[in-house]
Structure formats: C-alpha cells, structure tokens
C-alpha cells in the first residue's frame, strides 16, 4: 500500500465520515445509558447508524472544496532576443522575428491540448531575456527558441543547451525538430551541456529552462526549410512537451 503523503483531514468526506460516527455514539450512549432504551430494535439500528455514516462521507466527497485543488503545472515557451535586439541577422531575416513566430506555433499546440503556457509576449510582442528568465520559476518546464549562426556557411545542424538533469528532453526536442526540418543533430545526439556550451553559463538554463537552437540563421539551405516547415517543427517540439508535462 502506497500512502499519500498529505494530512487527510482536509478531505470533508473524512471529516463528515467522522463525525457522523462521534454523533450516533454520542446518541447511542446516551439512550442506552440514561434512557435505558433503543429507538430502534436491532439490528435496524446498526443498519440505519451505517447508513447515515455512508451518506456523511458520500455528501463529504461529492462537496466541492475549489481550495484543495492542486495549482496547475504550467510551460514557460520564450523566443529569444528581444523586439530591440534582433539576435543573429541573414539580410533582412532577424532570428528574433523567425523564434517569434516559432513560439507563438509551440505556444498555439500547448494551449490546444489543454496546458497552462505563459510566454514572454503574445503576436510580434518579445520581451527580453531578463523577463523571460523570470517566468522559469514555478513552471515545470522551460523552453527558449533561438537560431544559430557561424562565420562558415555550411554550418548546420539542430541542438538544446540544458543542464544533464534535462539531457533526455533536450535530445528528444532537437530530434522532433531536426526531423520535421531535415537538418541534423549536434552535440550529443541533439543535447550541449551547458558547462561545456561555448556561449559560456547562460542565464535562461541556470534558471532551469531549455535553450533550442533551431538551425543556422547563417545557412540559406537550413534557413529555406526552416521558413518552410516551421509549423510542422514546431508542432513536433510541442508534441515532446506534451508528453513530458503528461508523464511528470
Ligand atoms: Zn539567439
């Protein structure tokens, strides 16, 4: 038998259950002891004493009582950079305009299968790291988008810095997201430490989220299939935080 770890006096049921017992003994007692007399012959007694117990508990588990419920879990989904800092830039193309849209997709798939998600900003609203950092606490997880770049054009490839307690979601979500876009995992299979990042301690993983590089910003073949298939990426990223939210 597995116990709960909490006091079951704050259930009514428990308490109604008890004393609806207290008072029929109180009752008994006192009609035995001083009347010297049964309302009841047995065992119509016992029979209704059972019956008014069962119905205490039963109105005592069906009452709702709104502040026993547990606060709910919920995902803190962030784009990187910020409507002021642009982030990596290809031309025209910001990452932090491309990680805006990739968050509102994630954001979009959470909510539709019915989880809390608070996001540092709604539309083309992004705020800064500084915000986002301060939304980690309290969530159960945290994601951050960014996209990569480097000086050689070839470079390529999807990758999640998290701490190694989160090794397994940070592979899982590079791997949705590297499938859905055909790139490639980096690191190992998809995860960096973040002690052994070469960007250093990041803030938003110190804080206990996730940071997604989705692809080279700098890559014009991994930033075509990027605008291309995002949607589809990002439902699959979603899909990972799903089940991760349903199994923890
Ligand atoms: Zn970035």
Not at 117 to 135: E, F, H, I
């Amino acid at each position: 038998m597995k116990l709960i770890n909490e006091s079951v006096w704050k259930f009514d049921s428990v308490k109604y259950g008890a004393y609806m017992a207290l008072f029929l003994s109180c009752i008994h007692l006192v009609l035995q002891e001083v009347y010297n007399a049964n309302v009841l012959p047995e065992p119509y007694q016992t029979i209704v004493s059972l019956g008014l117990m069962f119905l205490a508990v039963l109105i005592g588990r069906k009452k709702a009582q709104p502040n026993l419920q547990q606060p709910l879990g919920f995902a803190t989904i962030t784009a990187g950079h910020s409507n002021t800092d642009p982030g990596a830039v290809n031309g025209k193309v910001k990452e932090a305009d491309l990680v805006v849209n990739f968050r509102n997709a994630v954001t979009h798939y959470l909510r539709e299968a019915g989880l809390q998600v608070k996001t540092d900003g709604t539309g083309t609203k992004n705020d800064p790291l500084s915000a986002a950092v301060k939304l980690i606490q309290g969530s159960s997880v945290a994601v951050e988008f960014h996209m990569n770049a480097a000086a050689s054009k070839q470079a390529n490839g999807v990758e999640t810095i998290a701490l190694p307690k989160d090794k397994k979601l940070a592979q899982d979500l590079s791997k949705a997201v590297a499938d859905a876009l055909g790139s490639r995992l980096r690191g190992d299979n998809g995860w960096i430490d973040q002690s052994k990042s070469a960007r250093g301690r990041l803030a938003y993983v110190n804080a206990g989220g996730l940071i997604v590089e989705l692809g080279f910003i700098s890559n014009e073949d991994e930033l075509a299939r990027f605008n291309a298939r995002y949607w589809l990426a990002a439902k699959a990223a979603a899909k990972i935080l799903i089940d991760y939210e349903n199994c923890n």
